[in-house]
């Protein structure tokens, strides 16, 4: 639940006021059923207060957009007190790092370098998400792999990672490609659900999970049902959280724990 301008553009050009109920919304229905709950410290910051949530995780970083992309790029926020976060209560920080081939790899490795330090520093959990843009390439699943490699050889505590081919196609392909991402990250690593088709997304877990993943950290896929509707903690209680429940069972029966990570 760390979206910031998507999320305001998901609810049609929303206020500040209005992405901060519909994050307080998701975190009263979801969270108590998640083991951890991500979200951003701008418009997130009475959920990282503690409410007696578990597995609180912050994002740390800038997001920065484009007239063509909501989020063309991200750095580490440095300014973050993490170390304040983790007295605080908060268990993890999460970097996402957009992998393009624009000549500026070295510069991001060596950010993500600095965030994953940081939260060592701070006593945090870290988590590196790394996305590959653009969306579509006929080199996507093989840019996975490289960025997974670069990106897990820094040492964080969790990546985070897309769905190959976007859930699509037959299921032994995906584990194919998730089996190539394990053995290139070199740590415990979970999907992603933007850009799966929710009626996908489980399908995908599990293909993924059986390739070696150690289960989700997803955003839209749960919650995107309530975006439109009258009364969303409802909506959010009669349909995301079977929906969250259905994904955990998958979970639960085929990721690769995160101690069997060698």
Not at 159 to 175: L, S
Not at 247 to 258: C, F, G
Request: with cysteine.
């Amino acid at each position: 639940m760390d979206q910031r301008e998507s999320l305001r553009a998901m609810l049609g050009g929303a206020g500040d006021d209005e992405l901060v109920a519909f994050k307080a919304d998701v975190a009263a229905v979801l969270a108590p059923e998640a083991s951890g709950f991500l979200v951003d410290p701008a418009y997130g910051g009475r959920i990282l207060a503690g409410d007696g949530k578990a597995g609180l995780i912050v994002a740390a970083d800038t997001l920065v957009g484009t007239e063509s992309e909501v989020v063309a790029d991200a750095r580490f926020d440095d300014t973050l007190d993490l170390s304040g976060f983790a007295r605080a209560g908060v268990a993890a920080a999460k970097l996402l790092v957009v992998w393009r081939d624009d000549g500026r790899t070295a510069e991001r490795v060596a950010d993500a370098a600095r965030f994953v330090e940081a939260c060592r520093e701070a006593g945090l959990v870290s988590i590196v998400e790394g996305v590959v843009r653009p969306i579509t390439s006929p080199t996507r699943e093989a840019e996975l792999v490289s960025c997974a490699r670069a990106l897990g050889a820094l040492g964080p505590s969790l990546y985070k990672a897309e769905v190959p081919y976007f859930g699509r196609g037959p299921a032994a392909r995906i584990t194919d490609a998730a089996s190539a991402v394990s053995a290139a990250v070199g740590c415990p690593w979970v999907v992603l659900s933007s850009h799966v088709e929710r009626a996908d997304f489980a399908a995908a877990v599990e293909a993924c999970c059986r390739g070696g993943a150690s289960g989700m950290l997803a955003g839209r896929a749960l919650w995107t049902n309530a975006l439109s509707s009258a009364d969303r903690r409802a909506t959010l209680a009669a349909e995301s959280v079977p929906y969250l429940r259905s994904l955990s069972t998958v979970v639960a029966a085929d990721a690769r724990p995160w101690t069997a990570v060698p």
